[in-house]
C-alpha cells in the first residue's frame, strides 16, 4: 500500500506552496478552463491582473481573452466566467489568456509549486489520478487550496476532501492529513 502526505494551504498562504498543489475553484474559473481545452484551445496563461491580460494579448495578437471581475465580463475581453458560453466557444488551436477573481488569483500565488494542478467539478476524477501518480512516482507531498470568490473557501472544503477521498481510493492509497488549513474567512484574511 502506499502513502501519500497531504496538507491544505489557504489562500493567502499559497505562496508557500511546493511540490503537487491542486488548486480548486468548483464551478467557473477552472470549468471554463476545463471546457476551453476540451474545445481544442492550445495553452491557457492565468494572470494575476487585467493588465498582464491585455499586454500579453499585445505580443499575442491572436489571443482570446477570458475572465470576470465582480463576476462581470472585463471590458475587452472575449469571453466572461461561463462555462456554459465557453462550452459552445470556437477555440481550437488558439491560446486563452484567463483572469477571474479567485481561481486565476489562488494558482498564480501557487506558481513555486513544483507542479500546479487546477481543479473543478469536471476535471476532478482526472486531476485526482494524476496527482495520485505524481504523488507516488516524485514522493512529493499534496497540497489543497480550496479558493471561491471573495476567497472565503468554508464551504470548499467538502470538495477538497472529497478529492482527498478520491485520492485515497486510487491504487490502495494510503492518506495522512497533516492539516494546517487556513480558512480563507475574513477572521484569517490577515495571515
Known amino acids: 500500500m502506499r502513502h501519500i502526505q497531504i496538507s491544505r494551504v489557504g489562500f493567502f498562504r499559497a505562496g508557500e506552496a511546493r511540490g503537487i498543489t491542486i488548486v480548486i475553484d468548483v464551478i467557473r474559473a477552472f470549468t471554463v478552463a476545463a471546457y476551453a481545452f476540451a474545445g481544442g484551445a492550445s495553452r491557457i496563461w492565468l494572470v494575476r491582473t487585467t493588465d498582464e491580460a491585455f499586454a500579453l494579448r499585445e505580443r499575442e495578437p491572436d489571443t482570446l481573452l477570458a475572465g470576470e471581475i465582480g463576476g462581470r465580463l472585463i471590458p475587452g475581453f472575449d ?63 499534496l497540497k489543497f487550496m480550496a479558493l471561491a470568490s471573495g ?22 492509497s494510503s492518506l495522512s492529513h497533516s492539516l494546517y488549513w487556513k480558512h480563507c474567512s475574513s477572521s484569517d484574511q490577515s495571515k
Request: aromatic share 8%; glycine share 6%; net charge positive.
Open 151 to 172: 476567497q472565503n473557501c468554508d464551504g470548499f472544503s467538502l470538495y477538497s476532501t472529497s478529492i482527498t477521498a478520491l485520492l485515497a481510493l486510487m491504487n490502495g
Open 79 to 141: 469571453f466572461n466566467n461561463s462555462p456554459a458560453r465557453m462550452a459552445k466557444a470556437l477555440v481550437a488551436a488558439r491560446l486563452l489568456i484567463q483572469h477571474t477573481g479567485a481561481g486565476t488569483q489562488g494558482a498564480v500565488n501557487a506558481a513555486h509549486s513544483r507542479y500546479l494542478l487546477i481543479c473543478s467539478l469536471v476535471n476532478a476524477a482526472a486531476t485526482a489520478h494524476y496527482a495520485s501518480t505524481l504523488a507516488t512516482e516524485t514522493f512529493i507531498e
